[in-house]
């Protein structure tokens, strides 16, 4: 049975994956990836390279990195990845087809590379894996002070067909109070370079939630990034989480903190959607007629994931698996510093076996958390049942609360504008008991 919802909190966590990596465990058997991967259909997998370097660590962030790169790390960490893509890609064999539909580099920060590294990495990624970044949508991260005229040279001439920015505000004061201080003026001259570096897709991430953030304010960040008419935009309630700079926010400022958020996702969202963008998520929106780029909508439920470096998943149909995960700054470090110094990367080290029910969940949350909904036969298809079989309680209770859209067509399980606007806490509803067991027990690091 599910673990009641309160409503008056909506910002529970961000499901962007499932299961969330805090619920994965050491594997006691090390499974060879060999054998992993060996039943599973290789012709239409994502890669995904992780750079887990930043030049500041923003005060909301809890992703796996850590600040600089100090005496040649950095080229000792794309050494330890060249060895990883090569054990991995001789893991998937040559009995049949391996193809890539996808690709992005990830982080951290993977524009903290120079123009060199970065030619470095496209080319460990396509001599190593086969992949033609040149033929397939590629994405990648960067940051105001990272994106410069010569890194963003290379990866447009390597391909790269989107380029994602994280501004947060584009008020410094807001900058300031979300422990990432950078300058408006620095901001708008990156933002010059990338659209002068003529990669397809930008998007924008916007942050909502900040301390002193006003609908005004979130406005005028919201006109500022509509200025440069990106392709995507993403808007993220700001979260505070253990360990993190922001991580000692004043308590009992909870309920009017749900409240700002819920009001500045309301302003930002009917903004967009005047603005000619629609919505591809609670967080995701895209300007009408721009180029969906795959990887990156979170869509696709059955294709095969490889993770390379050291904050990367990699997904087979039956194991998620990763290196272990940290925020914490020394552990950080200390897992990088492991991880360069592997030779063996021909095993799973970390993770959580997939069964049938939780295939089920993660199909229907990663679904329904999407503005077009899940598409009930295809659910049928692949698991034998309407979704309503294996989650009545809870899509009845969905229901009873109005997140679910009550005009979408029978054949499509769709969430209502409210539903949406609730998908941090209705993803966490759907989480087995066995996941949530796992992420309570696990101690941040
Ligand atoms: S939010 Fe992005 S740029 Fe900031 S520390 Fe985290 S990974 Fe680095």
Redesign the pocket.
Known sequence: MSAPVNRTRPYQSYVYAYPHKTAYRPLPDRPSLRELWSAERKDALSLYLHIPF?E???GF?N?F?RIGAPDELSTRYLDALDRQATAVRDALGDRDPVRFAAAAFG???PTFLTAGELDRLCDIAEKRTGVDLRAVPLSVET?PATATADRLAVLADRGATRLSI?IQSFDDQEARAAV?PQRRADVESALSRIRDARIPVLNIDLIYGIEGQTARSWRRSLDAALAWEPEELYLYPLYVRPLTGLGRRAAGSNQAWDAQRLELYRTGRDHLLTEGYEQVSMRMFRRTGAPAQGADDHACQTDGMIGLGCGARSYTSALHYSFDYAVDMHQVRSIIDDYTATEDFGRAEVGRRIDESEARRRHLLQSLLQAEGMEVEGYRQRFGHHPAHDFGAELERFASLGWLDETAAPDRLRLSAEGLAHSDALGPELFSPAVRAAMAAYEPK
């Open positions: 930043c500041v660590r923003c962030c992703l990195t982080g951290g920060t940051s994280g990432r």
